[in-house]
């Protein structure tokens, strides 16, 4: 019997991993020499139900885009398991392929470049309906008109227009209509809104909110900019280096995160109050290649709190009496049997570990 007070997700990932294999010298090649694996994504478990947002934080190169694009399948995951309303998608193929794809589409980052400069608004809206064959010319008009509609783009006044007529935040409306207009079930928003003007922001995430809530959609939604993240999210998920470090509700996150890297990023938000002078905080150093993956904890190079577990030992993502899921050995079990006199923050409390300098108190 289905519990009625669990929804089943829309998509699921489970210990997915996505690797890419890099190219070997002629003379590596020819010593034997195996080539370098790119550890793009590592292990990572996500789900997202219908009507929900999740957020996706992280640096550059961390693995977001990767897991974006592996959900929707343009990348083919290496292992573990991608399911869709309870069917697994991870190695389906052919006209299988075809009809998930057509319930899960991603917005891509760049709304100049996303949208071919040659064709008409609705025609670039219609392509995708094209592609998958559906309807007549006059039905596909009818969606077409229906979609930018549903962006509030009118289409009496649009739908001829070409590209370089619109504005950044229109375009990326247009992008929005064009993943629409084939009725998907889950979206990957990548970064969508980073590209436009601080104005224009808040309308288009205004947009994917009141969509993902009044037509069902799982939305997965992807940025560096953890402020934008806890604007329309209610759970977020922190990555670093192929893994997830942190998660839970966005209010959690926010107030109260726990791992330090993710303090880190909450500290780095700009404050409001003219009259505060926010303590300079620094994450030193770069985040290290994912075809280089240090042992132990992969924030260890750049923790201030590292000891010799963190480097020696990965630490679980371990569920803590709040509710958020942290990958630190601050949190873990294993971490307070080896380390009895390693400080345990209490939750609900940002740490100052270490230097005091490094790590500077989150805005609540």
Do not use: W
Request: glycine content about 8%; some cysteine; charged content about 25%.
């Amino acid at each position: 019997m289905t519990d009625q007070t669990t929804p089943r997700p829309v998509i699921e990932a489970r210990d997915l991993k996505t690797h890419f294999q890099g190219r070997t010298g002629i003379f590596n090649a020819l010593a034997g020499a195996k080539p370098a694996v790119a550890r793009a994504v590592d292990g990572v478990s996500l789900s997202i139900n219908a009507r929900e947002i999740v957020g996706l934080v992280g640096e550059s190169g961390c693995g977001k885009s990767t897991l974006g694009m592996s959900l929707v399948r343009m990348y083919q995951p290496t292992s573990g398991q991608i399911s869709f309303d309870g069917d697994d998608i991870t190695h389906v193929e052919g006209r299988r392929l075809k009809a998930y794809r057509r319930q899960a589409q991603i917005i891509f980052q760049d709304p100049y470049s996303s949208l071919n400069p040659r064709l008409t608004i609705g025609q670039i809206i219609e392509e995708p309906l094209i592609i998958h064959g559906i309807g007549n010319a006059a039905e596909r008009r009818a969606k077409v008109i229906r979609a930018m509609d549903i962006v509030r783009i009118p289409a009496s006044e649009n739908i001829d227009r070409f590209p370089s007529d619109l504005s950044g935040g229109q375009r990326q409306r247009i992008a929005i209509a064009r993943t629409l207009v084939l009725e998907p079930r889950f979206i990957v928003a990548d970064e969508p809104v980073s590209m436009l003007d601080v104005s224009i922001q808040a309308s288009v995430l205004e947009l994917l909110e009141e969509l993902s809530r009044e037509l069902g959609l799982a939305v997965l939604y992807i940025s560096h900019d953890i402020a934008t993240v806890g604007y329309i999210c209610k759970h977020v998920a922190v990555m670093y280096l192929g893994r997830i470090v942190e998660e839970g509700r966005a209010e959690d996150i926010l107030a109260e995160p726990l791992h330090p890297y993710t303090q880190r990023l909450m500290a780095s938000i700009p404050r409001m109050d003219p009259g505060e002078i926010p303590e300079r905080t620094e994450l030193r150093g770069d985040v290290p290649s994912p075809m280089n993956v240090p042992p132990g904890c992969r924030f260890s190079t750049r923790c201030p709190c590292a000891t010799d577990l963190c480097r020696e030992i990965e630490p679980e993502l371990c569920e803590q009496p709040g509710g958020q899921r942290v990958r630190c050995h601050i949190h873990d079990d294993r971490g307070a049997r080896q380390r009895p006199d390693l400080e345990r923050p209490e939750a609900g409390r940002i740490t100052e570990i270490a230097d005091a300098g490094l790590l500077a108190e989150a805005t609540e």
